[in-house]
């Protein structure tokens, strides 16, 4: 299995719904990561997590909130969306290691609409 | 600070034309360069990963090289299709970071048939 899953592929939230995005990988990746990415622009990292700690928040406002249960499974929990939070929501994920000279794989992505 | 810049941002070729994609980037402190294809509202396909100490990499019709000391990449498309058609964005991850990927803005490509 070389790939990585994100459910679901399309999302419409209302500004007072709470929602989940879910990513799972089965490469043995102990580093996984959500980025946020908006239309003709390059993904920005918003969280990582290295063996299933949170290693960086780049900043992210709290109505996004990461939890990674084991080592194969990612989760972005929203709550309180913004309409400007509408986006694609991708996941990717690597192996770990210090310095380590590894590529990542990522998810198909979460189109994420709110209204 | 490293950045990364892809040129041209578009580029639409005939359909059967070799084409070159350019991605530059200012410090040549790297581990690797990957490069993504994105089709429009999906996911991002990892097509090639070039360690810091590799001259290229080859897969199919696509040829990606790197040249840290000029702090250049090029991709190289092959006979060109249509399938060929998506959003090319080139990636580094610089040393000072274990996890940042640096992105260049993109080229849109476009074959037509």
């Known amino acids: 299995d070389t790939e990585v899953t994100q459910t679901p592929k399309h999302l419409v939230m209302g500004m007072t719904n709470k929602k989940s995005l879910k990513c799972e990988q089965h490469?043995?990746?102990?580093?996984m990561y959500w980025y946020k990415q908006k239309a003709k622009k390059p993904p920005e990292l918003m969280f990582v997590?290295?063996?299933?700690?949170?290693?960086i928040n780049e900043s992210v406002p709290s109505r996004f909130s990461p939890e990674c249960p084991n080592s194969s499974l990612l989760n972005l929990h929203l709550h309180a969306l913004q309409p400007e939070d509408s986006a694609l929501y991708l996941c990717?994920?690597?192996?770990?290691?210090?310095?380590?000279?590894?590529?990542?794989?990522f998810g198909s992505g979460t189109r994420l609409t709110v209204v | 600070k490293q950045e990364v810049t892809q040129i041209p941002a578009a580029l639409s070729v005939p359909e059967g034309e070799n084409l070159v994609l350019n991605c530059s980037f200012t410090?040549?402190?790297?581990?690797?360069l990957q490069w993504f294809r994105q089709d429009p509202g999906k996911g991002l396909t990892s097509l090639l990963l070039?360690?810091?100490s590799q001259r290229e990499q080859t897969s199919g019709r696509l040829n990606a090289s790197l040249d840290k000391s000029s702090g250049r990449s090029t991709l190289y498309i092959a006979a060109s299709q249509p399938g060929d058609s998506a959003t090319y964005l080139c990636?580094?991850?610089?040393?000072?970071?274990?996890?940042?990927?640096?992105w260049g803005a993109g080229t849109k490509l476009i074959i037509k048939p």
């Open positions: 070039i360690q810091s």
């Open positions: 997590y290295s063996y299933e700690k949170l290693s």
């Open positions: 990717a994920s690597s192996r770990y290691e210090a310095g380590a000279n590894y590529g990542y794989t």
């Open positions: 990636a580094v991850r610089p040393q000072d970071s274990n996890y940042q990927l640096i």
């Open positions: 490469m043995g990746h102990r580093a």
């Open positions: 410090d040549s402190a790297i581990y690797n």
